[in-house]
Each structure stands twice: as structure tokens, then as C-alpha cells.
């Protein structure tokens, strides 16, 4: 609960005062780091424990430097099992990893006028009031009890699409106006430099801009389009594949000098992102850095942008940094307003956690760092809850070795790559996390890399995902690994627009990750809306990829999805009591353990080493999954009992891509699906 013991030890920290006060309500530290050195003194004088009922450091509303070095909890900073320690902050509570920029040091560069039809879309669901939606939701953060999932008025899935104000402009005025910061006066000299990084990658440690709140888009070509989809150039003819490729764009052609020029590209499937760096253009041909090479190599056809060059800023809320001389441009957003400030992003990580037990940290924002808000290693029973993480170049928050750790109505925008990130527990011993991820909204995240970022990745054993919602992402939502874990009553639409082969939820390859429940979760709109060039548009609501096995799927719903239920060849998976309309395949299923995936179901093989490392045929193992003993006696790369029964479908294409008796040729089965509408 939110609520405070009344007799705990309190200490306030607020940013008009003092460090040298005493730290109570009316002489407040000025910092938070004062207050965490009091509660450290405290306990020491009670022989390394906190005093019971515990401790509160209530933090006033105010904006936390720690844009030099992070806000730091370690084994001195925890509490104990019945006296917590509790930093608690009161609305509009911040800590920053950033510095934001006084008008007073902007300098007028020059102004851009656009053309008549001209238009510029501004994300209005972006400027939602979060704390109005926690307000709501503070006291909930300990009930773990399973409610419906998210319907509109009429019984369908809400769909989260944001909304849009079209501003038009006239001929001949000065639309967008071009500023700029010269950061070495500031004593801002540490840049840091863009990352290509491989598949998944996020190799991100670049200062980036932000104004009111949001990112601001480094300068590329092409633009966003007015409806806010990225536009894309294609390559015409692969050179060499790691290195050169020609291109048809006078924009680019006509470039005296490439200089700091990046390209981003979906190089050699629509499924995988990765940047380049450019070296020299000559003409119509590009030649990039062999340091940083293309994923999968270059293919003809495939869609890329440049970016990160000064005569690509010629649109509102896009920046760029002339590393060289310091200099950062940026031309004002639209509908900008006077109380809008520009920030720059200074610290790697704006909050560490390293060996710490009962803490909680609540209402606390996090925003401005170059890679996470929050880095996490070896947590006990503590509880991040009740704020709003923006605002990151990299991951929001990255939680490993969580046991009985809470992430709870946490609201995840304007993120570089991925969401939230939770692994507990021991895979080897099947020993529980019981860490969950609940109530938290995510969405405008994986904004610098694509794909795999997903808003929620997954990992450990005995974990819970539940009550999240998650939309307007170009990949998955979801998407890891884990044994006996639960995916329950998350609402998530809008996913995978922008990329092919990929799921709203992902997991894949393995035949010891078992265990694992999906239930009342809501998918919707699941589709490729981008015009994708290498590959078939194929993406799915809930994707089980190369032979995953023994999930239990019920009571979902899907709407308006490409494919609803999508097992690639794995082995005992359930799939029951689901709902599916508008899609154009409700279930999918195939033996691909037959064809080209057969080296990997043999003895030997990569599924078989994988059960060998966790040692599969003795206890916990042999008692806890007993099935899995038997595989290799019972037709190993068949998708032995896989099911799809008692579901019902509406206005769907078809319910299945597959026969029923091929199922049973393939040890499978499928029975009692009726189509029927709500």
C-alpha cells in the first residue's frame, strides 16, 4: 500500500533547500543522496539494521540531478523484512540522468518555410495526463488477483492508435524555426557516438535531445510522412554485400560531402535492423564502413533512410549534433509552447540497484539517460512502482536476478529500445523469481532500434506478466524465454507493423523452456502495415517458433490479426477456449521438425544439448517435467500432442492453415472449434 506507517523514521529531501539541514518535514535535504546517507548512518547506529516499522524519505516534487553520476543503491541501502526503507515521492518527483538547456543559451540558426501542403502530425495521446491514470491505480500495486481483460463498450478490444492534430501551413512564412546550443560552453563535451551493433543490439550511448518531455528525431532523409509512418529509400543494386550498394535519390546524389552520415536499414530481412555507417557517395552509389556491417548483408530491394547529417534538418522536432564543433541544432516542434524545455541526455544509467532487499521506490520519475533508467543485478522483495520512465536511449528498466521483486503501474514511453525487462529465478535448479511485471503501460519505445526490443522481455522461472498494456510498437511486444511463468489479462494491439516473421508475443527454439501459461490476455490489430520487400508480410498474435513446446494458451482473445495462434513444430502445446475474429488464420501449425529444422530435434542436436546442460533426466528436472524424458522415444521432431480445441472463431479466413487429418498424421489433433460470432 501507499500508505505510511505513521511512526516510521522520516527523513525529507526537497530542491530548494539545504544539505546541511536536518532533514526533517521543515528542513529538508536538498538532495536525495543526502537523505540515502542519513538513512545509511541510521543504521549503523542500530547495528546495520533498520529500526522497525522502517524508514521514509519523503521526496518532494522537484527535478534530481544525477545526470554526472547515477542514484546508487546498493547492500548498505537495504532494509530488512519488517522494516522496509521507502523513498517516496510526492507529484512531479523526478530524477533526471539529463541537463536541460536554457533558452537563454539558444541562438537563432535560420528558418525553413514549407510549402503549402505541407502538413505536421503531433502525437496527442503522448501528452496524456500519467498521473491522472495512476492516481487511480496507486493502491493496487500489491493485489495480484486476475481481473477481466481490457474491452471497449462493445465487447471488442479497445484499439490504441494515437491521435492526431493536423497543422497546416502557409506558402512563405517561417514554419519551422532552427535553433542552436553551442554544448562546449556549457562544458557538455562528451557526445558519445551512434552504434550499429547486430541483431538486437542496442548499442546506444549517444547524447540525444528531447523538448516538453519528448524525443526529438535526429535529422534524417526521408522524412517521417504526415501520417506519421517512416518513409523509406531502397537499394537498386548490391555492390558488395557488406560494404556498397547503389541507390536512386537526387537528395542524396546531389550531397557535397557525407560527412557524419548513418544509414538505417532493414538490409537483409524485414525482420532485422541494424545501422551502418557511411563513408563516401559517389553519385548514385554508397560506400559504408566494413566496422560496421549490415545484418544478414545488403539485398536488393531492401528499404533503408539516412540519417544524422545537418542539411537533413528540415523539419519540426528534428536535431542534430555537429560533433566536432559542439554545435546542436534542433528545430522547434510543433505546437511548442514557452514552458517547453529543451534537455540533453548525460548519464548512461539514471538509477543502479546492486544487492538490495526490502526497498521500495515509489512515485518516483526517472527520465533523460543515454541507455537505461533503471540497471538492476540481485534484488529481494523490492517494489518499483506508481511513476513514469521517458526518455531513454536505451532500455527503461533492466531487472536480472529479481526474486520477489515488483515492477508495478510503471508508464514506459519515448524509449530507444526496449521496454521492461525481468529474469528471476534459477533455470538450471527450477528455482521460482517470483518477480512480476503488472499494471504498466508501455508504448513509443524500440524508437532507435526495431526489432527485438520488445515493450516486456521475459526470462527466469515462476515469473508473472500481468495487466500490462502495450501498443504502437514495429516488432513484439513480448518476447524471451522462461519456465512456468504466467501471461495473463495484458492488453496488446498495434504491434508489428513495420517488420515480417515476428509475433506480438515471441519465444522460440527450445524444448526445456516449459511450463509456461497464457491466459484472458487480449490481442488486437496484429498486422504488417508498412510496405514490407524482403519476405512474405507474415506476423502473428502469438508466435511459438521453431519447435517451442508445452505452452498452455485459453481464453484469449483475437482481433484482427494476420494469424492468431502460430506453433511452429513444437510439441505439446494447448490451445483451447480461445476467441478469434477478423483474422485471416485463426491457428497455424506445421512439422517443420520433418524438413529443415530436423538437425535440430536429433540426438545431438541443439534441443538435446540444451536439455543435456540442465541436466533433463534427473531431479528437479525428471520430477518436475516428466514428459520430457520420453521425447526421444516418442517421434522427436513430430508435434506430438499439440492440440486446438474448443475454440470459437468469427469472420476469419480460415480457422486453421492446416488439415485435421494432417494433424493426426502428425500426432497432433484438432476438434470441436465452432464458428460463431459474439
Known amino acids: 500500500s501507499r500508505s505510511l506507517t505513521v511512526d516510521a523514521n522520516q527523513y525529507c529531501a526537497s530542491t530548494s533547500e539545504d544539505d546541511t539541514d536536518s532533514g526533517d518535514a521543515d528542513h529538508p535535504f536538498k538532495t536525495v543522496t543526502r537523505a540515502q546517507a542519513a538513512v545509511q548512518s541510521l543504521k549503523k547506529s542500530n547495528g546495520g539494521h533498520v529500526p522497525p516499522p522502517g524508514v521514509v524519505v519523503n521526496v518532494a516534487s522537484g527535478s534530481y540531478d544525477f545526470s554526472e ?99 497546416r501551413r502557409q506558402a512563405g512564412t517561417p514554419d519551422v524555426d532552427i535553433m542552436k546550443v553551442d554544448l562546449k560552453k556549457l562544458n557538455i563535451t562528451n557526445y558519445g557516438d551512434l552504434g550499429s551493433g547486430q541483431l538486437g543490439d542496442c548499442a546506444n550511448n549517444k547524447l540525444e535531445a528531447f523538448y516538453g518531455g519528448k524525443p526529438l528525431t535526429l535529422a534524417r532523409h526521408p522524412n517521417i510522412g504526415s501520417d506519421g509512418k517512416p518513409q523509406f529509400l531502397n537499394i537498386v543494386k548490391v555492390i558488395k554485400a557488406t560494404s556498397a550498394f547503389e541507390f536512386n535519390d537526387p537528395v542524396l546524389s546531389g550531397l557535397k560531402e557525407s560527412g557524419s552520415m548513418w544509414l538505417h536499414g532493414y538490409w537483409g530481412q524485414d525482420w532485422a535492423d541494424n545501422y551502418v555507417r557511411v563513408l563516401a557517395i559517389n553519385g548514385s552509389t554508397v560506400t559504408t564502413d566494413t566496422k560496421t556491417p549490415p545484418v544478414y548483408g545488403y539485398h536488393t530491394k531492401a528499404r533503408f533512410y539516412a540519417l544524422n547529417l545537418l542539411d537533413f534538418l528540415d523539419s519540426p522536432g528534428e536535431y542534430y549534433l555537429d560533433r566536432d564543433t559542439g554545435i546542436l541544432y534542433f528545430a522547434l516542434p510543433a505546437g511548442a509552447t514557452a514552458n517547453d524545455m529543451l534537455t540533453v541526455s548525460m548519464s548512461p544509467t539514471v538509477l543502479s540497484l546492486a544487492n538490495v532487499s526490502h526497498v521500495t521506490l515509489d512515485g518516483l520519475d526517472v527520465m533523460y539517460s543515454r541507455e537505461m533508467a533503471v540497471d538492476s543485478h540481485t534484488t529481494l522483495n523490492v517494489t518499483i512502482c506508481n511513476a513514469e520512465f521517458a526518455c531513454h536511449g536505451g532500455r527503461a528498466v533492466h531487472m536480472s536476478d529479481a526474486t520477489n521483486t515488483l515492477v508495478h503501474n510503471i508508464t514506459v514511453r519515448g524509449i530507444g529500445c526496449a521496454g521492461i525487462s525481468m529474469e528471476g529465478g534459477n533455470t538450471g535448479s527450477l528455482t521460482r523469481g517470483e518477480a512480476t511485471v503488472q499494471y504498466c503501460t508501455v508504448f513509443d519505445f524500440a524508437r532507435w532500434k526495431r526489432t527485438y526490443n520488445p515493450a516486456i522481455s521475459f526470462s527466469g522461472v515462476g515469473n508473472y506478466y500481468l495487466h500490462n498494456t502495450i501498443y ?129 530435434c536429433q540426438k545431438g542436436g541443439q534441443f538435446y544439448q540444451q536439455m543435456e546442460q540442465v541436466h533433463y533426466d534427473k531431479p528437479p528436472w525428471s520430477t518436475h517435467y516428466p514428459d520430457i524424458l520420453t521425447i526421444f522415444s516418442d517421434h522427436p521432431c513430430y508435434p506430438v500432442d499439440t492440440s486446438y480445441t474448443d475454440n470459437t472463431y468469427c469472420k476469419c479466413k480460415h480457422f486453421a492453415d492446416v488439415s485435421t487429418t494432417q494433424m493426426k498424421q502428425w500426432y497432433a489433433s484438432m476438434a470441436n472449434n465452432v464458428e460463431k460470432c459474439r
Not at 541537463?99 to 496524456?128: A, C, G, N
Not at 481464453?555 to 492468431?564: E, H, L, P, R
Open 69 to 167: 553520476t547515477p542514484f546508487q543503491l546498493t547492500q548498505d541501502d537495504s532494509g530488512d523484512a519488517d522494516a522496509r526503507v521507502i523513498y517516496q515521492g510526492s507529484p512531479g518527483a523526478m530524477l533526471s540522468g539529463g541537463r536541460t538547456i536554457p533558452t537563454s543559451d539558444w541562438e537563432h540558426y535560420k528558418s525553413v518555410s514549407l510549402e503549402p501542403d505541407d502538413i505536421q502530425s503531433v502525437d496527442e495521446h503522448s501528452m496524456f495526463n500519467v498521473r491522472e491514470y495512476r492516481r487511480h491505480h496507486r493502491n493496487d500495486h500489491d493485489q495480484r488477483s486476475l481481473q477481466e481483460g481490457e474491452l471497449g463498450a462493445d465487447g471488442k478490444a479497445e484499439r490504441h492508435l494515437p491521435t492526431h492534430r493536423v497543422v
Open 472 to 600: 504502437g510498437g514495429p516488432h513484439s511486444a513480448m518476447l524471451g524465454s522462461c519456465n512456468d511463468c504466467l501471461f495473463a489479462y495484458n492488453n496488446i494491439s498495434n504491434m508489428c507493423f513495420e517488420s515480417t516473421d515476428t509475433g506480438a508475443f515471441y519465444t522460440g527454439r527450445s524444448w526445456i523452456h516449459r511450463g509456461n501459461v497464457m491466459h484472458n490476455n487480449i490481442f488486437s490489430h496484429i498486422r504488417t502495415t508498412e510496405h514490407t520487400v524482403l519476405g512474405s508480410p507474415s506476423v502473428q498474435a502469438i508466435y511459438l517458433d521453431d519447435q517451442m513446446s508445452g505452452f498452455e494458451i485459453y481464453n484469449n482473445t483475437f482481433i484482427d490479426c494476420q494469424k492468431g495462434t502460430f506453433v511452429g513444430g513444437g510439441r505439446r502445446n494447448h490451445v483451447y477456449n480461445n476467441y478469434y475474429e477478423d483474422c485471416d488464420d485463426a491457428v497455424h501449425l506445421d512439422a517443420r521438425g520433418l524438413g529443415w529444422q530436423k538437425a535440430s
